[in-house]
Structure formats: structure tokens, C-alpha cells
């Protein structure tokens, strides 16, 4: 049974270069540009991972990471974040992250990191 990961960013780029990497080892469920909408697709398909930016409008990838974790506390999380947002990135483990890629998001960075946390 392939895992089924939900692709979070508030940049349609960027969702689209992480939805081109995961499609295949995973399969993709769904696209949320901000953390509301990723809440709401979280519940409506229970993904196994998330792909999760860190800085979006109405609810930042931080506080949506801490509402999925308090629904599902074994989802995977794994937050894509700016070289320079380090502090965001230990308030995003607070949070629940399980792990984390750098943007420009590398696949051969992040199928792994998917991959290592789901299993």
C-alpha cells in the first residue's frame, strides 16, 4: 500500500516542484495554500505524512503542525523551511515536526525524510 502525503505552501511553485517529488513514491492526496486549508484536507483524506511549509498566511505551517499532531499524534510532519528560519524550525519541533527539508526543496532530501519518519 503506497503512503499518502498532503502537500502544504503558500507559493503555487513550490507546491508544485514538492508535488513533481512525491508523486510516485507516494501519492499525493491533496494542496492546501495556507494552514487552515491544510487542517481541512488533513481531516477530509488522513494522509500518513505532510509536507509542510513553515510561513503562510491565516494560520502559519507551526500552528497547523500543532493541530494535526493534537487530532493524530502519529501523522507525520515534515516541515520545508528557508536556510535563515532556524528559531521557527524549534518552535516547529515543539510543535510536533518529525523532521525537516531545506527550500530550495531537494527530492533526494525529502522522499528520505518522508520515508525515514513514516517507518
Known sequence: MTDRVLVV???SFQRTVVRDALEGPFEVVG???NGVEAVE???AHEPDAVSMDVVMPEMTGIEAT???KSRRPDAVVVMCTSVDQEEKLMEAVKAGADGY????????ELVPEIRNNLR
Not at 527539508?101 to 533526494?108: G, L, S
Open 41 to 43: 484536507l488533513f481531516e
Open 66 to 68: 500543532r493541530e494535526i
Open 9 to 11: 505552501d503558500d507559493s
Open 31 to 33: 494542496e492546501a495554500e
Open 101 to 108: 527539508v531545506t527550500k530550495p526543496v531537494d527530492p533526494d
